[in-house]
């Protein structure tokens, strides 16, 4: 159970980074007045935010592919 918080806290982290990122990004092209600084701008905005969010999805995936499988208790047999 403590596994799934962790992956939902962490992708729910992902989510947060990208978010603040997209803002970050629209506030800083907003700044430029240029057409060029602008595109340029965005495109590191978009850089850091892939990055940023591609490694906090990566570190989701692999706690839960790294967390232990949940016990299932077998049925027990009835004889015949």
């Known amino acids: 159970m403590v596994i799934f918080?962790?992956?939902c806290g962490l992708l729910g982290l992902a989510?947060?980074?990208?978010?603040?990122n997209i803002y970050d990004a629209i506030e800083?092209?907003?700044?430029?007045v240029g057409i060029d600084g602008r595109g340029y701008a965005v495109a590191i905005e978009l850089t850091v935010m892939l990055?940023?969010?591609?490694?906090?999805?990566?570190?989701?995936?692999g706690v839960y592919l790294v967390a232990p499988r949940r016990a299932v208790p077998q049925a027990e047999r009835v004889p015949r």
């Open 51 to 61: 990055w940023q969010s591609a490694l906090l999805l990566g570190v989701a995936v």
């Open 15 to 20: 989510l947060a980074v990208l978010g603040l």
């Open 5 to 7: 918080f962790t992956v």
């Open 28 to 32: 800083s092209a907003g700044e430029l």
